[in-house]
Every structure is written in structure tokens, then in C-alpha cells.
């Protein structure tokens, strides 16, 4: 039986920003919007984030994130995001 408190660190990353500051992230999804993949992760920083980033797979073991410069674009990704967590 697998302790509850075990994870598995494929469902895991972590983030490092240009500051330096590292966020260990859990990744919710991969999902699409508009032709284009994203993934959703959420920061394990106590609060009730989720950062959306491009997804890009570069092969089966390894992939991009993507940033999301154009702000329409964001948006749709987001509003995408949102419609998929709203119907689980």
C-alpha cells in the first residue's frame, strides 16, 4: 500500500525564475486551446495559484514551458483553463 504522504516527481517540477527564486510546482494538466498546448501547475507555496504556461514536448521524456507573452492569448488559455476545471 503506498503512503499517502508518497508522490510521484513526474507529477512534479520545479520553476526557476530570472531572480533566482525556485517553486517547487505540481503539474495539474496538460490541455489545449486553439491549436496550442498549455500545462497548468500548481506552486507549492501555500497559496491558491496556478500558473499557466506554453507547453512544448520535445520528446517523451522531456518538454518546454513556454512563455505566454501575447496577453489575448493568455486570456484564452486562462478562460480554456477555467472552462475544463469548472466541468470536472
Known amino acids: 500500500m503506498a503512503d499517502k504522504n508518497e508522490r510521484n516527481d513526474e507529477d512534479f517540477i520545479t520553476l526557476e525564475f530570472e531572480d533566482g527564486q525556485e ?3 505540481e503539474i495539474m494538466g496538460i490541455f489545449e ?3 496550442k498546448e498549455y500545462i497548468a501547475l500548481i506552486p507549492d507555496d501555500g497559496t491558491d495559484d ?3 504556461y506554453g507547453y512544448k514536448e520535445i520528446s517523451e521524456e522531456e518538454f518546454e514551458l513556454v512563455d505566454i507573452i501575447d496577453d489575448d ?3 484564452k488559455a486562462v478562460a480554456e483553463f477555467d472552462k475544463i476545471t469548472a466541468e470536472e
Open 23 to 25: 517553486v517547487e510546482c
Open 33 to 35: 486551446c486553439e491549436g
Open 50 to 52: 496556478v500558473y499557466i
Open 73 to 75: 492569448e493568455f486570456e
